[in-house]
T-cell receptor, first 114, second 116 residues
Framework: AQTVTQSQPEMSVQEAETVTLSCTYDTSESDYYLFWYKQPPSRQMILVIRQEAYKQQNATENRFSVNFQKAAKSFSLKISDSQLGDAAMYFCVLYGGSQGNLIFGKGTKLSVKP | EPEVTQTPSHQVTQMGQEVILRCVPISNHLYFYWYRQILGQKVEFLVSFYNNEISEKSEIFDDQFSVERPDGSNFTLKIRSTKLEDSAMYFC??????????????FGPGTRLTVL
């Protein structure tokens, strides 16, 4: 079975500071993808960043970067220079490849303080 | 920018009633999905749909549920006889490609279903 675990139900960060959201996962697939999706209040989930398991280099998208530790099955998201618009629920998501569906973590609610 | 849309945003129904949740996927997408999130729990996969048939479904997707693409734009989820435990947020998603390939799924804003 494939699982995703987010151990931080809520996190808070000061505007302009850096915050790291944690995620661990488990899969028997050799080829898989990991994603962080962001869900602002009352709006749809949008893809923030993705990581292909076969790539050793950590993905980066502007202020968002990941720390992908394949052996440890860890996939954390770092948000630098946090902005008020970053406040949202963040889901760590696994795509196993052999199936079409996504496996979600429970989410981390991020608050950004001005 | 194209978006997945869902209607209604909130549906309230009585236990035992049938409900139909509607979704309009992104127009050039071929794969469609339904997920649900019970309050305080994880987002869970229900079903995927391609070429007018179900390609995969989870254990949750029992005989009470059905999906349909009645025309070229809509994708619907029907719950035949709702139960209290069907109360959840239901998300529709679509993607250009599906199984076996990189698969960015674009999500709608969700329909909150409340069963009384």
């Amino acid at each position: 079975a494939q699982t995703v675990t987010q151990s931080q139900p809520e996190m808070s960060v000061q505007e302009a500071e850096t915050v790291t959201l944690s995620c661990t996962y488990d899969t028997s697939e050799s080829d898989y993808y990991l994603f962080w999706y962001k869900q602002p209040p009352s709006r749809q989930m949008i893809l923030v960043i993705r990581q292909e398991a076969y790539k050793q280099q950590n993905a980066t998208e502007n202020r968002f970067s990941v720390n992908f530790q394949k052996a440890a099955k860890s996939f954390s998201l770092k948000i630098s220079d946090s902005q008020l618009g970053d406040a949202a629920m963040y889901f760590c998501v696994l795509y196993g490849g052999s199936q079409g569906n996504l496996i979600f973590g429970k989410g981390t609610k991020l608050s950004v303080k001005p | 920018e194209p978006e997945v849309t869902q209607t209604p945003s909130h549906q309230v129904t009585q236990m035992g009633q049938e409900v139909i949740l509607r979704c309009v996927p992104i127009s050039n997408h071929l794969y469609f999905y339904w997920y649900r999130q019970i309050l305080g729990q994880k987002v869970e996969f229900l079903v995927s749909f391609y070429n007018n048939e179900i390609s995969e479904k989870s254990e949750i997707f029992d005989d009470q549920f059905s999906v349909e693409r009645p025309d070229g734009s809509n994708f619907t989820l029907k719950i035949r006889s709702t139960k209290l435990e069907d109360s959840a947020m239901y998300f529709c998603a679509s993607s250009e490609q599906g199984i076996g390939t990189y698969n960015e799924q674009f999500f709608g804003p969700g329909t909150r279903l409340t069963v009384l």
